[in-house]
T-cell receptor, first 112, second 112 residues
Framework: GENVEQHPSTLSVQEGDSAVIKCTYSDSASNYFPWYKQELGKRPQLIIDIRSNVGEKKDQRIAVTLNKTAKHFSLHITETQPEDSAVYFCAAYGTGGFKTIFGAGTRLFVKA | DVKVTQSSRYLVKRTGEKVFLECVQDMDHENMFWYRQDPGLGLRLIYFSYDVKMKEKGDIPEGYSVSREKKERFSLILESASTNQTSMYLC???????????FGPGTRLLVL
C-alpha cells in the first residue's frame, strides 16, 4: 500500500544551525504534501505545505522542496531556535480521496 | 479558529472493558478522522468519516469501531480493550475537498 518514509528519526542541532528532514513517498498520484509540528504534550499543527505543481515553498525560516520525479520532499529549517524543538511529521495526500499517509516523525532537538 | 476537542486527556481502563473516545469539532467540517500515535510509527489511521453516518476503514481498524450520528461528533469505540491498544489517540477534522487536518489534543489511553 501507500507508504511515506521519513529520515532521520532523531536530529540534534546547535541553535543557529540548519536542520533538514527528508521524506519519500510511494504513490505517484500523491499531490499534496503537508508538514506538521507537534510540540511536547500538544497537538500536531500544520506549519507548511506544498502541492505537486510547485517545486519549492518558503515561509520565513522554513522551506519545503519537492522532487516529483524522485518522489522526495524535504523540510528545511534555517537559523534554528530552541522553540523549534518538536516532533515533525511529513505526509502525503492524494489517493483514494481523504486519506493522508504520515511519516513516522522526526524528533528535533535544538541545543541552546 | 478551528476547535477540535476530545473528551478526555488521560484514560485508564481494564482489559475487556468497552471504551468510548469522543471527538467534537465546531467548524462544520465534513471529514473526521481517528488516528493512533505510537513512537516510531507516526500517525496511523484507524477510521475516517466524510459525512454523517458514513465511515471508512483506515489502515488499522481491527478492534475498533466508530459512530458518527451528528456532523460535529465522531466517536471511537474499543469494544473490548486490550493492552496492545494502549496508545495516544488523536482525532482530526477537515473541510470537504480541503486537505489540511486540524487535530484535537489527544487522549492517552492506558489499558491494564
Amino acid at each position: 500500500g501507500e507508504n511515506v518514509e521519513q529520515h532521520p528519526s532523531t536530529l540534534s542541532v546547535q541553535e543557529g544551525d540548519s536542520a533538514v528532514i527528508k521524506c519519500t513517498y510511494s504513490d505517484s498520484a500523491s499531490n499534496y504534501f503537508p508538514w506538521y509540528k507537534q510540540e511536547l504534550g500538544k497537538r500536531p499543527q500544520l506549519i507548511i505545505d506544498i502541492r505537486s505543481n510547485v517545486g519549492e515553498k518558503k515561509d520565513q525560516r522554513i522551506a519545503v522542496t519537492l522532487n516529483k520525479t524522485a518522489k522526495h520532499f524535504s523540510l528545511h529549517i534555517t537559523e534554528t531556535q530552541p522553540e523549534d524543538s518538536a516532533v515533525y511529521f511529513c505526509a502525503a495526500y492524494g489517493t483514494g480521496g481523504f486519506k493522508t499517509i504520515f511519516g513516522a516523525g522526526t524528533r528535533l532537538f535544538v541545543k541552546a | 479558529d478551528v476547535k477540535v476537542t476530545q473528551s478526555s486527556r488521560y484514560l485508564v481502563k481494564r482489559t475487556g472493558e468497552k471504551v468510548f473516545l469522543e471527538c467534537v469539532q465546531d467548524m462544520d467540517h465534513e471529514n473526521m478522522f481517528w488516528y493512533r500515535q505510537d513512537p516510531g510509527l507516526g500517525l496511523r489511521l484507524i477510521y475516517f468519516s466524510y459525512d454523517v453516518k458514513m465511515k471508512e476503514k483506515g489502515d488499522i481498524p481491527e478492534g475498533y469501531s466508530v459512530s458518527r450520528e451528528k456532523k460535529e461528533r465522531f466517536s471511537l469505540i474499543l469494544e473490548s480493550a486490550s493492552t496492545n491498544q494502549t496508545s495516544m489517540y488523536l482525532c482530526a477534522s477537515s473541510l470537504l475537498g480541503k486537505e489540511t487536518q486540524y487535530f484535537g489534543p489527544g487522549t492517552r489511553l492506558l489499558v491494564l
